[in-house]
């Protein structure tokens, strides 16, 4: 017996702002699952910079001990936004992310006011 199956769901970005489209993206990844010590856990839970390089650098070239050498200019600034927004340096983020005291809601804030920061501002419509 045949089954016919439909093909996955692919999720579109509503906006024409890649960048936003990634923090908006990586804000769910760690609403619905966080993770310290490991980009991604065996759960799918995801850390910090897992949750923005999932998606092409991570996945396709994972090298933990440097997960910046094949991120696209758009992950870049969007990491960059992400650790402005918690008020370190980029490249202290996986060290934010991993502090013993650090809970899931502090990752989900600081991804929420990265987004909210790049969201355009509304103006004299």
């Given at each position: 017996m045949f089954i016919e199956s439909n093909?996955?769901?692919?999720?579109?970005?509503?906006?024409?702002?890649p960048v936003l489209d990634l923090l908006e993206f990586a804000l769910e990844r760690v609403r619905n699952g966080?993770?310290?010590?490991?980009?991604?856990?065996?759960?799918?839970?995801f850390c910090t910079v897992g949750a923005v390089l999932c998606d092409s650098t991570f996945l396709f070239a994972p090298d933990e001990h440097d997960p910046w050498a094949n991120a696209t200019d758009?992950?870049?600034?969007a990491l960059h936004l992400v650790a402005d927004a918690a008020g370190i340096a980029t490249d202290d983020l996986m060290e934010w992310n991993d502090a013993p005291h650090r809970e899931q809601y502090q990752v989900v804030r600081v991804f929420e006011r990265a987004a909210e920061d790049r969201r355009p501002k509304g103006g004299g419509e």
């Open positions: 093909p996955p769901t692919v999720i579109e970005p509503t906006i024409e702002d966080w993770c310290q010590g490991t980009m991604v856990s065996d759960d799918g839970e758009d992950e870049l600034k």
